[in-house]
């Protein structure tokens, strides 16, 4: 069975600054997608980017890119130029591209950003 | 598009009550997922649904629990009898097959507190 390890609790970050949220994931699967989700204090789960493992290339959405190591299992989220916006959960989640649809997520890092 | 709704957005009961909670999906969405998030366990699949089957109810934690999908734009998840343990937020996704990367869409959330 997949298994993803956030093993960051929590983090924080000076405003501005860059930061990186680790993951890793276990699997025997060759293809499938990586996710970061946010949630805010709102609650709402919201998805901030996300990977195919065949994909060579990191994917990047204006200031979050992530560091994907297919061989090393490992999926670090990166965000630049922190903002105090981005004062939430992260969770980062597996799926399989064949297989069930489930989405497994890790436990989340909670990321504070001081002013 | 509204999104995924999901009501109420709070409850509040006793135990030993009938609790239900309500989804909405976004229209057109093949895949319905019911999550419970705790701070001890994180964020866990209870059930999901393909076209209104329920697909895998591996997660639901025990009888008291019970989730329906009697059409493409509604489903419910009960709780009968409900205890203390229970509270928690609970989300409801979904997804469609051929979205990009299958992207779950989640809702708001239900935050339920059992007395």
């Known amino acids: 069975a997949q298994t993803v390890t956030q093993s960051q609790p929590e983090m924080s970050v000076q405003e501005a600054e860059t930061v990186t949220l680790s993951c890793t994931y276990d699997?025997?699967?060759?293809?499938?997608?990586l996710f970061w989700y946010k949630q805010p204090p709102s609650r709402q789960m919201i998805l901030v980017i996300r990977q195919e493992a065949y994909k060579q290339q990191n994917a990047t959405e204006n200031r979050f890119s992530v560091n994907f190591q297919k061989a090393a299992k490992s999926f670090s989220l990166k965000i630049s130029d922190s903002q105090l916006g981005d004062a939430a959960m992260y969770f980062c989640a597996y799926r399989s591209v064949m297989g069930d649809d489930k989405i497994i997520f890790g436990k989340g890092t909670r990321l504070h950003i001081l002013p | 598009d509204a999104g995924v709704i999901q009501s109420p957005r709070h409850e509040v009961t006793e135990m030993g009550q009938e609790v239900t909670l309500r989804c909405k999906p976004i229209?057109?969405?093949?895949?319905l997922f019911w999550y419970r998030q705790t701070m001890m366990r994180g964020l866990e699949l209870l059930i999901y649904?393909?076209?209104?089957?329920?697909?895998?109810d591996s997660g639901m934690p025990e009888d008291r629990f019970s989730a329906k999908m009697p059409n493409a734009s509604f489903s419910t998840l009960k709780i009968q009898p409900s205890e203390p343990r229970d509270s928690a937020v609970y989300f409801c996704a979904s997804s469609f097959i051929g979205g990009w990367y299958n992207e779950q869409f989640f809702g708001p959330g239900t935050r339920l507190t059992v007395l």
């Open positions: 699997t025997s699967e060759s293809d499938y997608y």
């Open positions: 649904f393909n076209n209104n089957v329920p697909i895998d």
């Open positions: 229209s057109g969405h093949d895949y």
